[in-house]
């Protein structure tokens, strides 16, 4: 149930779009419009998502967030939520990215499944996630809230399309019956010194159940995940707060590594 109308589903994803093209900060938008739902957040989300396809932008993926303790913890929201990857987000490895074209951006070390058989909820559990798997790859997220501080809650970061911003992703892809995903081990680097560890289980005890929430999430809205899916799980460690200047590079257990620079 939504109880904000059309025309303010509208005139929110536009001031939230435009926030993120422009890159400046605003403020949450629960501050004027206390009564807004969980749908109406999703539907601010899906309406940004229906601008940049009326554009001309592909929807090339989709990501969890607040998946691990970590991230709830650093972000004081306790639930899941999840976002789109549009075509321009994708930065390669190795690659630059522009401070400037963004606000007070942060990376995460994630993985990712890329799917070969359709995902629909409700019901999806580990098991169909991981017989529709094709592999799983290393990802880098690079997220930009567009909220003064970085500070938001829950409805306001799903409206806000959980932050999504860039993301590189690269290294080794494998087979999911190849990994052991719970314990599988990520270092991050920002400037050669390690700044997060963590392991798979971090995201919802096991990374495949990140991508089961997702399509249970997305099966409210009669959505699916269809095959040939690329799905990030929701970062694995804190996020790390980077400045112009700043390389990093996530090393991933038994799948290498993907790095960049911001400038
Ligand atoms: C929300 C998005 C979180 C993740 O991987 O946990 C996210 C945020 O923290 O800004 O992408
Ligand atoms: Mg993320």
């Given amino acids: 149930m939504g109880n904000l109308t059309q025309t303010q589903i509208v005139e929110l994803a536009a001031h939230l779009e435009t926030a993120e093209l422009e890159a400046y900060e605003v403020t949450k938008v629960t501050d004027d419009f206390p009564d807004m739902t969980y749908e109406d957040a999703f539907d601010i989300q899906w ?7 009326a554009r001309g932008n592909k929807i090339v993926g989709m990501k969890m967030g607040l998946t691990s303790w970590a991230k709830m913890a650093q972000m004081g929201v306790e639930y899941p939520c999840y976002g789109f990857l549009a075509d ?43 017989r ?3 592999f799983v790859m290393p990802a880098v997220e690079v997220i930009d809230s567009r909220y003064k501080d970085f500070k938001f809650d829950l409805k306001s970061v799903i409206a806000d399309n959980s932050s999504s911003s860039r993301f590189i992703t690269g290294g080794r892809m494998a087979a999911p019956e190849e990994l052991d995903l ?11 010194e390690v700044v997060q ?15 089961a929430m997702l399509a249970n999430m997305l099966g409210e809205r009669g959505e699916s995940l269809p095959a040939g899916s690329f799905i990030m799980i929701g970062a694995i460690t804190a996020a790390v707060p980077v400045e112009p200047g700043d390389n990093f590079t996530v090393h991933y257990q038994g799948l ?3 790095g960049g620079r911001f400038v």
């Fill in 256 to 258: 290498g590594s993907i």
């Fill in 88 to 130: 321009y987000f994708s930065v390669p490895d190795g690659g630059e990215i522009k401070h400037s074209e963004l606000i007070h951006p942060k990376i995460e070390a994630e993985l990712a499944f890329v799917t070969k058989a359709e995902l629909k909820g409700p019901g999806v559990h580990i098991g169909d996630v991981l």
């Fill in 132 to 134: 529709a798997t094709d």
């Fill in 47 to 53: 309406e940004i998502r229906r601008r940049k396809e």
């Fill in 197 to 211: 560890t963590g392991a798979g289980a971090a995201v919802l005890g096991h990374p495949a159940a990140s991508v």
């Fill in 182 to 192: 719970k314990t599988l081990g990520v270092v991050m680097e920002v400037n050669g």
